[in-house]
């Protein structure tokens, strides 16, 4: 999915939802923004806009296209009468995003990129489909003849297992992980919130 400018982006949305933003000169931009505009009367948002910048972090924060991301929300309507937890689980089910999770990838997108040119295998079998829904008890490893290219020939050394949470794990020696459960949606954890992304989409 083409993104465009993500410092723009990220300065329009007020949130660092790219890895680029998530540094201390857009801190700096953010703060000055904030100065420059001290002593104005501040305008007042609509509900819809609230909505739709709530919407549009998400579905940068995962990296999918507004098709894609509208399924999502209406399968988790359909199917739950707990559709956030439901989109929730969904979202962070998604390989490129456990790939992520594990610790395997600095970011989504270079996880997408990891599944798409074929470096991961789910349960022995080659899995090149980002949006594969991996679920409880999966195992996921790096295709034995990706082992030694440059995405992961230090990993070993690289890899550090603090922030990966605990309903995944991954074998740095073996180069394999597994889901263990099924992701939990923690709201502190996350930039956006999704009861306004459900909201924009029942309008």
């Not at 009367?41 to 894609?68: A, C, H, N, T, V």
């Not at 395997?104 to 489909?129: D, F």
Request: positive net charge; hydrophobic residues 35%.
């Amino acid at each position: 999915m083409k993104i465009g400018p993500k410092f723009k982006i990220a300065k329009r949305l007020g949130a660092p939802i790219f890895e680029k933003t998530q540094t201390q000169k857009f801190e700096l931009s953010q703060a000055r923004g904030a100065n420059a505009r001290r002593g104005r009367r501040p305008g007042q948002m609509s509900d819809y806009k609230r909505q739709l910048i709530e919407k549009q972090k998400m579905r940068f924060i995962y990296g999918i296209s507004e098709k894609q991301f509208r399924r999502y929300v209406d399968e988790a309507v359909e199917k739950s009468n707990q559709p956030v937890s439901l989109l929730m689980e969904r979202l962070e089910s998604r390989l490129d995003n456990v790939i992520y999770r594990m610790g395997l990838a600095k970011t989504r997108r270079l996880a997408r990129q990891i599944t798409s040119h074929g470096h991961i295998c789910v349960n022995g079998k080659k899995m090149t489909i980002p949006s594969h829904k991996v679920k409880p008890g999966d195992i996921i490893s790096i295709r034995e003849g990706s082992r030694q290219t440059g995405l992961f020939v230090d990993l070993k050394e690289k890899y550090e297992a603090a922030a990966v949470p605990a309903w995944v794990t991954f074998d740095v020696k073996k180069m394999e992980g597994t889901m263990k459960s099924l992701p939990v949606y923690n709201p502190a954890e996350t930039m956006f919130d999704p009861e306004q992304v459900l909201e924009y989409y029942s309008r």
